[in-house]
């Protein structure tokens, strides 16, 4: 049971090129969740996910955008990569519709030169 | 907002005795506390949660205690093993789009 997977694990960016972080999960959960973590600080939610066809924004949204292409993907895109956005990315999943996050993928560790 | 404040940053420990972490928040609405550890380059994993109607929750090793009038709450894991060794994350919500985290705990068990 793979649980919530990530991909890529690492990646590299310039200043100004995008990319799609992928995420998904085989629990036949309704929430999804991304997440960033900076040294120092707590996760902070970007977007969430409550259920299929559903996103909202969370504490810290701009500069991404989402997409719940199914019940299983949650993907988190950057048009412009800044150096602002160099963190560590978690997708989370949980059961119910609006449950608080249960389960966590092992994180995409971006850098933006 | 939620603010969530959590002491201490680190905290070393020897192998056998009880470690306590704690957590206060700003937001009296708040009503789901959930305690993460993460272990190096993994993801947060959920180890106990604990809910306003409750003042207590113990799972084997690890409890949480809760105080609302105060607003704090606390982990303590009793009887510690080097396999604790991690970083914990107290969070605080009221809904599932404003949870708030603490900025985590670095603990080391030493043999």
């Known amino acids: 049971n793979a649980g919530v997977t990530q991909t890529p694990k690492f990646q590299v960016l310039k200043t100004g090129q995008s990319m799609t972080l992928q995420c998904a999960q085989d629990m036949n959960h309704n929430s999804m969740y991304w997440y960033r973590q900076d040294p120092g600080m707590g996760l902070r939610l970007i977007y969430y996910s409550a259920s299929e066809g559903t996103t909202d924004k969370g504490e810290v949204p701009n500069g991404y955008n989402v997409s719940r292409l199914n019940k299983r993907e949650f993907s988190l895109r950057l048009e412009s990569a800044a150096p602002s956005q160099t963190s560590v990315y978690f997708c989370?999943?949980?059961?119910?519709?609006?449950?608080?996050?249960?389960?966590f993928g092992d994180g995409t560790r971006l850098s933006i030169l | 907002g939620e603010n969530v404040e959590q002491h201490p940053s680190t905290l070393s420990v020897q192998e056998g005795d009880s470690a306590v972490i704690k957590c206060t928040y700003s937001?009296?609405?708040?009503?789901?506390f959930p305690w993460y550890k993460q272990e190096l380059g993994k993801g947060p994993q959920l180890i106990i949660d604990?809910?306003?109607?409750?003042g207590e929750k113990k799972d084997q090793r690890i409890a949480v205690t809760l105080n609302k009038t105060a607003k704090h709450f606390s982990l303590h894991i009793t009887e510690t093993q080097p396999e604790d060794s991690a970083v914990y994350f107290c969070?605080?919500?009221?809904?599932?789009?404003?949870?708030?985290f603490g900025a985590g705990t670095r603990l080391t068990v030493k043999p």
């Open positions: 989370a999943s949980s059961g119910g519709q609006g449950e608080q996050p249960q389960h």
């Open positions: 969070a605080a919500s009221s809904n599932n789009n404003d949870m708030r």
């Open positions: 937001d009296s609405a708040s009503n789901y």
């Open positions: 604990i809910r306003s109607n409750v």
